[in-house]
């Protein structure tokens, strides 16, 4: 029995399919935006598709940017021979958030996780490792303090060591299993002046 039509349906599966967002939320939201005016849904729709279509990857870090280079890369103010490693954009927000942070970042887009598959040529580390043939002072390893992310930065750590440059992990001042995002800003900037040596 179908309870309603099937582009009702269609529109809740797909909303569903959302990260966070489970079946009641998705019916809440398909109703909310039937409801919507046309003109307020069709901006939204767009709004998606542009978003899409213009959004990529920074060439140098990897993080999401309209540009070829990102502002940080581009910006000649910033210490592009240190580079904060980070599991997601959103951990890189945070670390802006704090203010504290002066040089530049780089992405990796997830961590190594034997558990789920993800091997170290599933994120972005050729390409880190690719930017340390420039003139790099320093690697900060500020994956999460999951299993995963001290996996990934034992692993960065063997990578950079053999070239000479200095590796540092931020400070365990960030909670185990925390999310770096959740995390709040004075707690950050003190994990980072406490980073230490790999
Ligand atoms: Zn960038």
């Not at 170290?120 to 490792?129: A, H």
Request: include cysteine; charged fraction near 25%.
């Amino acid at each position: 029995m179908e309870l309603y039509s099937g582009h009702i349906n269609k529109l809740i599966e797909e909303l569903a399919a959302l990260p966070g967002i489970g079946d009641k939320s998705a019916q809440r939201l398909a109703f909310h935006l039937i409801n919507m005016p046309a003109d307020k849904v069709n901006r939204l729709a767009n709004t998606i598709i542009e978003a899409k279509a213009n959004v990529r990857y920074c060439r140098e870090c990897f993080t999401l940017t309209d540009k070829d280079i990102c502002p940080i890369c581009a910006n000649g103010k910033r210490n592009h021979k240190v580079i904060m490693v980070v599991e997601n954009v959103r951990d890189l927000a945070a670390y802006e958030k704090t203010g504290k942070y002066d040089g530049v970042y780089h992405v990796l887009h997830g961590a190594i996780s034997p558990m789920l598959g993800i091997g170290p040529g599933e994120i972005k580390l050729k390409e880190l490792i690719a930017r340390l043939e420039h003139d790099v002072e320093e690697v900060i390893v500020a994956t999460n303090s999951s299993i995963e992310g001290e996996t990934t930065a034992m692993y960065i750590s063997k990578l950079v060591k053999p070239t000479g440059i200095r590796v540092t992990r931020i400070a365990s001042g960030v909670p185990v299993g925390g999310d770096l995002e959740y995390i709040d800003e004075v707690t950050l900037s003190r994990a980072l002046d406490a980073r230490w040596d790999m």
